[in-house]
């Protein structure tokens, strides 16, 4: 299928291993925070969000991670699987402008 | 079964040719959103809407058109102005646009010019 990201960073783990994706956002302003997932040649999927006013948010195998003090985002997921890898981007909502970050490459490895 | 829908999957501009991308939502959302998407970028803001009858400039209108006359629907033209069209197309819809609303997406559509 088609790429949708050529040239972005990319994070290789081994299947069963835990996965751990990072984002530096750009507005302390920012009071929402959401994570994306984007297979090939498809729409970008919502895997989970959190506001400003926390520091941690669990879903199903995944985790998001707030540092407010120096602006960073990060998606753990656990017991990564192949169907697991696919681009996987931050976004941030500081009011009436959406910041979509250029993503990072996760690839499953057997 | 809810949710938005794109067409078509693949659509070929020739020179000089206006075309028309498609955006449906069946989710009784207010705002909708045009993000073109090219390789190791992060999306970019076309176009948004955040009301049936309104639509706003997004980062890079320039070469693009919209409407809005119902809720369900959010076409984007591109015109024979953008000369650098080929990219990949994506819609989203969010229930509204205020703060902290979630914008979700169609499948998109890839625009190739011949």
């Known amino acids: 299928g088609e790429s949708v990201g050529l040239h972005l960073p990319t994070l290789s783990v081994q299947e069963g291993d835990n996965s751990i994706i990072n984002c530096a956002y750009s507005n302390s302003a920012s009071d929402y925070f959401i994570w994306y997932k984007q297979e090939s040649g498809k729409g970008p999927q919502f895997i989970i969000d959190i506001r400003s006013n926390m520091d941690k948010r669990q879903g199903q195998r995944v985790t998001v991670l707030l540092n407010k003090t120096v602006k960073h985002l990060s998606l753990q997921i656990a017991a990564t699987q192949p169907g697991d890898s696919a681009v996987y981007f931050c976004a941030e909502d500081y009011g009436q402008n959406f910041v979509f970050g250029p993503g990072t490459r996760l690839s499953v490895l057997p | ?114």
């Open chain 2, 1 to 114: 079964d809810g949710g938005i829908t794109q067409s078509p999957k693949y659509l070929f501009r020739k020179e000089g040719q206006n075309v028309t991308l498609s955006c449906e939502q069946n989710l009784n959302h207010d705002a909708m959103y045009w993000y073109r998407q090219d390789p190791g970028q992060g999306l970019r803001l076309i176009y948004y809407s955040q009301i049936v009858n309104d639509f706003q400039k997004g980062d890079i209108a320039e070469g693009y058109s919209v409407s809005r006359e119902k809720k369900e629907s959010f076409p984007l033209t591109v015109t024979s102005a953008q000369k650098n069209p080929t990219a990949f197309y994506l819609c989203a819809s969010s229930l509204t646009f205020v703060g902290g609303r979630t914008q979700y997406f169609g499948p998109g559509t890839r625009l190739l010019v011949l």
